[in-house]
Antibody
Framework: VQLVESGGGLVQPGGSLRLSCAGSGFTFSNYWMAWVRQAPGKGLEWVAN????????FYVGSVKGRFTISRDNARNSVYLQMNSLRVEDTAVYYCARDGNSSSWSHWGQGTLVTVSS | QSVLTQPPSVSAAPGQKVTISCSGS????????VSWYQHLPGTAPKLLIY???KRPSGIPDRFSGSKSGTSATLGITGLQTGDEADYYC???????????FGGGTKLTVL
């Protein structure tokens, strides 16, 4: 199982960024997927997750209306479209795959998003 | 402020045992399964325990989990310097319709 994130970088407040996560080594369409972030000096924070068929999505309150999670099972990829970015969205963003009994069993190495003027 | 409460830090000597608590409520730990994660900042978090007390393959039996009421506990025996990391509990909270992590506990092996 491998998860590889991409798309991070430096963006100004109010800007947009799209993160991608490519999965391999497993049947991608069988699993919930999630994005989790860690801001500098802070703990892990779940951002969003998406069901296998993409029909159910959940978001943490602070990103609702600004971030959109989506997936393309044909491309074995999950995405996070981030709009109206704020300084407090600065973090390492990790992609994670569902495991047994409501857990996140596999994680990517993360991609850094920096929101700064 | 997370709905799951963990102590900010714990410490113990090499070879000793340590426990990390995770206190929740009837809407989360009372209803769903807790998992535990080990994280060194800048690296991929690692799943240690799922469903309160089950270990994924490859996780040594030095790591254990338990539940009592609306609290969960991670135990680590035979502490090694390589165990120094941040530890997080996590769960799906059905009333929030959110996945939540505890605030994290920094383990220092003295």
């Amino acid at each position: 199982v491998q998860l590889v994130e991409s798309g991070g970088g430096l963006v100004q407040p109010g800007g947009s960024l799209r993160l991608s996560c490519a999965g391999s080594g497993f049947t991608f369409s069988n699993y919930w997927m999630a994005w989790v972030r860690q801001a500098p000096g802070k703990g892990l924070e779940w951002v969003a997750n998406i069901k296998q068929d993409g029909r159910e999505k959940f978001y943490v309150g602070s990103v609702k209306g600004r971030f959109t999670i989506s997936r393309d099972n044909a491309r074995n990829s999950v995405y996070l479209q981030m709009n109206s970015l704020r300084v407090e969205d600065t973090a390492v963003y990790y992609c994670a795959r569902d495991g047994n009994s409501s857990s996140w069993s596999h994680w990517g190495q993360g991609t850094l998003v920096t929101v700064s003027s | 402020q997370s709905v799951l409460t963990q102590p900010p830090s714990v410490s113990a000597a090499p070879g000793q045992k340590v426990t990390i608590s995770c206190s929740g409520s009837s809407s989360n730990i009372g209803k769903d399964s807790v998992s535990w994660y080990q994280h060194l900042p800048g690296t991929a978090p690692k799943l240690l325990i799922y469903d309160f007390d089950k270990r994924p393959s490859g996780i040594p039996d030095r790591f254990s989990g338990s539940k009592s009421g609306t609290s969960a506990t991670l135990g680590i025996t035979g502490l090694q310097t390589g165990d120094e990391a941040d530890y997080y509990c996590g769960i799906w909270d059905n009333s929030l319709r959110n996945w939540v992590f505890g605030g994290g506990t920094k383990l220092t092996v003295l």
